[in-house]
């Protein structure tokens, strides 16, 4: 597979008009990857992340593939607090929740408030909650076997706290 012509094909997805099929379409019968790639252009609205997009969404993934993180973010989720707190709240020490915290902030999934010598962290915003939300809360649908809500099509009801 050429891998210029993929990401090529990434880049324009969705914003112009005119696609290129990507090089493993091409790789079967030109009818057959002709019929192949036109699935998507019929659907209304379709698009696909470019190359940089997709990079930093990956990049979320891997700042929050670390339990102490998903913990230190469901906690700041629910308010500000200080470097102090959270290492007692997550059982670790200061200087690994501050090397924690200062990766988070770089990914822009934190953000800081300086009060005189004090920094208080919060969660960057509410993009940051919906993915702790749903990890969780589908964790919890894993951990549990419950079954999934009642209308799949639709947004699921808003949880105010994990299963119980
Ligand atoms: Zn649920």
Not at 64 to 85: H, I, Y
Request: net charge negative.
């Amino acid at each position: 597979m050429d891998r210029a012509e993929v990401t090529d094909s990434l880049r324009t997805g969705g914003r112009s008009g005119r696609r290129t099929p990507p090089a493993y379409l091409r790789s079967h019968a030109d009818s057959k990857a002709a019929s192949l790639a036109s699935v998507h252009n019929d659907l209304p609205g379709f698009s696909m992340p470019n190359e940089e997009q997709a990079n930093l969404a990956a990049e979320t993934f891997r700042m929050l593939a670390d339990a102490t993180r998903v913990k230190l973010l469901w906690a700041l989720l629910q308010g500000e607090s200080s470097v102090t707190c959270l290492a007692e709240l997550v059982g670790a020490g200061p200087t690994a929740v501050s090397q924690h915290l200062a990766k988070l902030r770089l990914a822009r999934l934190v953000k800081t408030r300086r009060e005189g010598t004090f920094v208080f962290y919060s969660a960057a915003d509410v993009h940051v909650r919906r993915l702790l939300d749903e990890a969780l809360y589908h964790a919890d649908h894993a951990d549990q076997d419950l079954p999934d809500h009642p209308d799949p099509a639709g947004e699921p009801p808003p949880h105010v706290a994990l299963h119980a």
